[in-house]
């Protein structure tokens, strides 16, 4: 019997020749990630393990973006307690607040996580380097301060769903986005709970690395435990640039074995939208009827890459931003920042009326930068539309893609990009 | 160990942003986050749990972020243990990890009735409805948990290890 790419990572990270899916292993890791909310307590329980140094100070890697700028004072503090552990530890990836980016976004930029990597992460949306071809799964802090002194964690193996996306093109303003809120949509918040999600078939191979990150970067809206693309060209182009260390590629083998096996026509898919408020509350765009909007988000680890704002971009060109409605844009890194700037985007988006931020994940989880009032409502290209998620527990989140959420931004509710005339 | 309390019940699907949202996460005082737990999914929460209560979830408790300050708020409100039918995979580690008893059951989660006084008895996995007299059992914890568990938590597990 054969073995998923997931399992052949989790043995070799393990020093077994094989794994079986329900198996407890001790994993080595090969990056422990932690950000500005998660961090400071796994700090504190690390200093409790009673060793004075992280197993490897190249990498743990500590990045402060979930209030940062920092919003108050105690934001500023929790900031302060990871530059501090950081300087003592002599870390060579930590990021501050200007050379910095959304964590999901900047590790995979930077190639400090690789194909065949174990990874693991204080944030849940750490699943998003499974689009490298590494396993990569969020934990908690006191899991992520194990992991910073002992240099191991321990892993459940998980089995795997296989998910076919079947068809070479994908229909207009369709993206990775939309192929995975479908899936969401169609098995449930929690259909691959405790599983690997892995994703393959002639639409994943088209598809860039970016909408391949805000696949895998979803993974956990349906429960999963990790979400994975095998590496092809695609990924080595990407990876080839920025990998300052070896790396290793893994496949599934033909007969390897998985809990089930699931099949997508991609010509069936049109843009997606989730309603409030879980993430498989997925609706076509066709079917959304009339939803007014008070603000468009785009941006976050799941959309705020160089193809999305360039598909904001062309979706914007020469419109204006409807009266009633704010619409901020986040840049996932500096260094899209910067590209974006290049490319004469923030010239569109300013002149559509757009509000354009330095890196943050600050509206998304409700921190900062773009908070909704009681009865407010926003389309986002982010990852949860949970009650209260970006604000007032009585205000409500759409998922989308950013061509959607631009399209809605200018018409003033939820529509399809090709409405904008 | 043994705990003894009122039932909380709650649906399914609670993720973590209800149970303590990301607005209160620039601390990670455990008293101040008890003050806002379960908030946005009942905001009277707070000021109606008891010392010793128990929450008891449907499926998928605790889905979405990885905030460990979710067990944490839940164990400092005074929470004894939670039933629920399924949990995020997340948080039933990270309350390992912290020492939040954590059971799973779907007979007992549709036997309990809210307000209900219920028995738990966690090292035998025996919940009993002390208001109805009737007597659930729930999954077994993983050896490998339960050795966690004795140990003291994560922390305390892999300082021996490390030690050795």
């Known amino acids: ?122 944030d849940s949306h750490t699943c998003t380097y499974g689009a490298l071809g590494a396993f990569s799964t969020g934990s908690g802090s006191t899991d992520m301060a194990a992991a910073m002194a002992a240099g191991e964690a321990w892993f459940k193996v998980p089995e795997s769903i296989k998910f076919v996306f079947n068809g070479e093109e994908l229909p207009e303003w369709v993206g990775g986005k939309d192929l995975i809120l479908y899936a969401i949509g169609d ?24 909408g391949r990150f805000t696949m895998a970067n979803m993974a956990v809206e349906a429960g999963a435990k990790s979400g994975i693309i095998a590496p092809d060209q695609t990924t080595v182009d990407y990876v080839e640039a920025r990998a300052k260390r070896p790396y ?16 997508y026509d991609v010509a069936d ?62 840049p996932g890194t500096q260094t899209i920042y910067k590209q974006a700037m290049k490319e004469g985007l923030f010239d569109i988006f300013v002149d559509a009326g757009a509000a354009v931020s330095t890196p943050t994940c600050g509206p998304c989880l409700g921190g900062h930068m773009g908070i909704l009032a009681k009865g407010e409502r926003a389309i986002a290209t982010t990852n949860r539309n949970f009650v209260g998620r970006m604000g007032h527990p009585e205000s409500e989140v759409y998922l989308s893609n950013p061509a959607v959420a631009a399209a809605s931004a200018i018409l003033g509710r939820i529509v399809s990009p090709q409405e904008v005339k | 160990m043994e705990f003894q309390g009122k039932a909380w019940k709650f649906g399914a ?34 000021n109606k749990v008891k010392q010793g209560d128990i929450i008891v979830a449907d499926k998928n408790f605790g889905c979405g972020s990885s905030r460990e300050h979710a067990p944490i708020c839940i164990k400092a409100a005074g929470v004894s243990c939670v039933i629920a039918k399924s949990y995020g995979r997340i948080f039933y580690r990270n309350s390992f990890n912290i020492g939040l008893p954590i059971l799973e059951s779907p007979e007992a989660v549709d036997g309990i009735t809210e307000g209900d006084e219920i028995k738990v008895d966690v090292d035998n996995g025996v919940i009993y409805n002390v208001t109805t007299g009737k007597s659930f059992k729930s999954t077994a914890i993983p050896p490998f948990m339960q050795e966690l568990i004795d140990a003291g938590g994560l922390i305390n597990f892999v300082r021996g290890r490390m030690k050795r």
């Open chain 1, 269 to 330: 898919i049109e843009p997606q939208v989730a309603f409030p408020h879980l993430p498989e509350n997925t609706k076509p765009i066709s079917e959304v009827g009339t939803v007014e909007i008070d603000q468009a988000v785009i941006g976050s680890c799941t959309n705020g890459r160089m193809e999305d704002l360039r598909i904001a971009a062309k979706v914007l060109q020469g419109h204006e931003v409807h009266p009633d409605v704010r619409l901020v844009i986040f």
């Open chain 1, 187 to 210: 098995i449930g918040v929690d259909g691959a709970l405790y599983e690997a999600m892995e994703f393959t078939g002639p639409a994943i191979r088209n598809l860039s690395m970016d």
């Open chain 1, 1 to 122: 019997m054969g073995m998923t790419i997931t399992e052949k990572i989790l043995a070799a990270h393990a020093g077994k020749d094989r794994v079986e899916p329900g198996e407890l292993i001790n994993s080595k890791v090969d990056i422990v990630l932690g950000n500005d909310v998660t961090a400071p307590v796994a700090i504190k329980e690390f200093e409790k393990i009673g060793v004075p140094d992280v197993f490897d100070k190249e990498k743990v890697v500590l990045i402060p973006d979930h209030f940062t700028p920092n919003k108050d004072i105690k934001s500023a503090e929790q900031a302060k307690m990871l530059r501090e552990f950081a300087k003592k530890q002599g870390l060579t990836n930590y990021f501050e607040v200007g050379r910095m980016g959304i964590e999901h976004c900047l590790l995979p930029e930077q190639g400090i996580v690789l194909p065949g990597d174990v990874i693991i992460g204080a």
């Open chain 1, 248 to 263: 290793k590629i893994y496949n599934s083998d033909d007969d390897a074995k998985y809990e089930k096996v699931i099949e």
């Open chain 2, 13 to 46: 699907d609670v993720d973590t942003d209800a149970i303590i949202p990301a607005r209160y996460l620039n601390t990670f005082d455990p008293a101040e986050l008890a003050l806002h737990c379960m908030e946005d999914a009942d905001p009277d929460f707070p």
